[in-house]
């Protein structure tokens, strides 16, 4: 019986372990379209411009660099 109890704890460790390390990382990128459609709807929606930018960085569609800045001020320039 304690040998059953281990073993179950065993396996219960090594499941759980492995459903950890399955989740995949969450990384930020720089997706122009997605960051503008947030930056619009909370400046539609009454919000600052400093929480638009927020907006869009928390999503993930933001990473904050001057290189994903400048292609999402283009890609809303071109749209407007």
């Known amino acids: 019986m304690v040998r059953l ?5 065993i396996t219960a460790s090594i499941l759980a372990i492995e459903s950890l390390a399955s989740v995949p990382a969450y990384a930020r990128g720089c ?6 459609e947030n930056i619009q709807n909370v400046l539609r929606g009454g919000g600052t ?24 001020k283009g890609y809303m320039a071109k749209y407007r």
Do not use: H, M, R, V
């Open 31 to 36: 997706y122009p379209a997605l960051a503008a």
């Open 49 to 72: 411009e400093k929480q638009a930018w927020q907006a869009a960085y928390e999503e993930g569609n933001f990473n904050g660099t001057e290189s994903c800045y400048l292609q999402i």
């Open 5 to 9: 109890t281990a073993s179950l704890a």
